[in-house]
């Protein structure tokens, strides 16, 4: 599995570095570098509005760790506005959605980076986490 640095999750044996899964380097620069070319097109049609509402989401002290994933929630709410390809995946569009709204969140404003990319991991890893296992594997 990747790690938060693009890197994939090993331990040291003997010194030396053993890597906890076995993946295919290049798959996975391929998928990167499709997921980058959705996740640009997509960052184009989403409104500062819709970022916005997001953000005040984020700032609400108030949510506890279990409801800081319901503004995930709003990730379906931002996809109808959003051209997304009638072949694509609904997972697919839904994992692009949330790492562009969240770059787009954290250079609005970039005191909620750590608050939203912990969630964003939690809603990943709740959420699509079957998906790209599947993604990768196939």
Same mark, same amino acid.
């Given at each position: 599995? =990747?790690? &938060?640095?693009?890197?994939?999750? !090993?331990? #040291?044996?003997? !010194?030396?570095?053993?890597?906890?899964?076995?993946?295919?380097?290049?798959?996975?620069?391929?998928?990167?570098?499709? #997921?980058?070319?959705?996740?640009?097109?997509?960052?184009?049609?989403?409104?500062?509005?819709?970022?916005?509402?997001?953000?005040?989401?984020?700032?609400?002290?108030?949510?506890?760790?279990?409801? !800081?994933?319901?503004?995930?929630?709003?990730?379906?709410?931002?996809?109808?506005?959003?051209?997304?390809?009638?072949?694509?995946?609904?997972?697919?569009?839904?994992?692009? =959605?949330?790492?562009?709204?969240?770059?787009?969140?954290?250079? &609005?404003?970039?005191? #909620? #980076?750590?608050?939203?990319?912990?969630?964003?991991?939690?809603?990943?890893?709740?959420?699509?986490?079957?998906?790209?296992?599947?993604?990768?594997?196939?």
């Amino acid at each position: 599995e =990747l790690q &938060t640095d693009g890197n994939r999750s !090993g331990h #040291l044996q003997n !010194g030396e570095l053993v890597f906890d899964h076995e993946v295919n380097e290049e798959v996975i620069r391929h998928i990167a570098a499709q #997921l980058a070319e959705i996740g640009d097109q997509f960052d184009k049609e989403i409104r500062a509005r819709e970022v916005n509402d997001l953000v005040q989401h984020f700032l609400n002290e108030n949510l506890s760790s279990e409801a !800081g994933c319901k503004p995930w929630g709003r990730v379906g709410a931002v996809a109808p506005r959003v051209s997304i390809p009638s072949d694509m995946e609904k997972e697919k569009a839904m994992l692009v =959605l949330a790492m562009v709204l969240t770059k787009r969140i954290a250079n &609005t404003m970039p005191s #909620l #980076l750590q608050r939203v990319f912990s969630t964003t991991v939690n809603y990943i890893s709740q959420q699509l986490h079957n998906y790209i296992v599947r993604m990768v594997s196939a």
